[in-house]
């Protein structure tokens, strides 16, 4: 007997570093179609998925120091926007109808966004892709996962990561992190936890959206949270 979901409605943040996989930069086509199978399997229970994809496997904006923060932050939605066009290539090869929309228009290769339209595709069963992040400058895509979220009534946002949750310091350099299991928007702020950033962290907080960060490496994963298994952090309010 099919296990039900226990969200009807999520968005499902993957960092550029998740889609990077083993190689580092650039798409790792391993990992790509990994998330892209985790994705079908999760609309094939009934579940709407909206994705914000971020952009640091290609342009990460606040390494250039040399530039104009606002010009390199449009170069990382830009960046993002690629990443979009490969997830949605990768969906669309495996039956699943999906939609970019875009915060920057670019009509020639997605549609701009509209929060009717996107809520509307996704009561028709699509995927819809959100790129280029906020379309302002000195916001993260954590902030247009938020943002996004609270727009289309999300009950989740799934922060799908290359580590499997929200340690007390780096798990690479240091081999006795602590892992959390539970957290509240307040301690993580508090903490300076790097789940996300203060804007978004703050965000979701105020628009009461909790926060499951998880490890994107296992097949499955994506699934598994959706159907209520305990896997990662969970972040909530107080």
């Avoid at 990994?34 to 609309?43: G, K, L, M, P, T």
């Avoid at 490496?217 to 952090?233: D, E, Q, Y």
Wanted: proline content about 3%.
């Amino acid at each position: 007997m099919q296990q039900q979901p226990v969200f009807k409605r999520i968005i499902l943040k993957i960092s550029g570093e998740a889609l990077a996989g083993e190689i580092g930069y650039g798409i790792d086509p391993a990992t790509l179609n990994s998330i892209a199978d985790q994705i079908r399997e999760v609309r094939e229970i009934g579940v709407d998925v909206a994705v914000v994809v971020g952009g640091g496997n290609i342009w990460r904006g606040r390494q250039s120091k040399n530039m104009d923060r606002a010009t390199a932050d449009y170069m990382g939605m830009l960046a993002t926007v690629i990443n979009a066009l490969a997830l949605q290539d990768a969906l669309e090869k495996r039956g699943v109808d999906t939609r970019v929309q875009t915060a920057i228009e670019m009509r020639q290769i997605a549609e701009p966004y509209i929060r009717r339209k996107a809520i509307r595709h996704l009561e028709k069963g699509r995927v819809v892709i959100f790129a280029a992040g906020t379309g302002n400058p000195f916001f993260s895509t954590d902030t247009t996962a938020a943002l996004r979220a609270a727009e289309i009534e999300a009950e989740v946002i799934l922060l799908a990561k290359k580590v499997d949750g929200v340690y007390d310091s780096d798990p690479q350099k240091n081999p006795n992190a602590k892992k959390f299991e539970e957290l509240d928007y307040i301690e993580v702020l508090n903490r300076g936890l790097g789940v996300m950033d203060s804007t978004a962290t703050s965000l979701c907080m105020d628009n009461k959206i909790p926060l499951i960060v998880f490890g994107i490496n296992k097949s499955g994963n994506i699934k598994k949270v959706v159907l209520g298994k305990k896997l990662g952090t969970h972040v909530k309010g107080e």
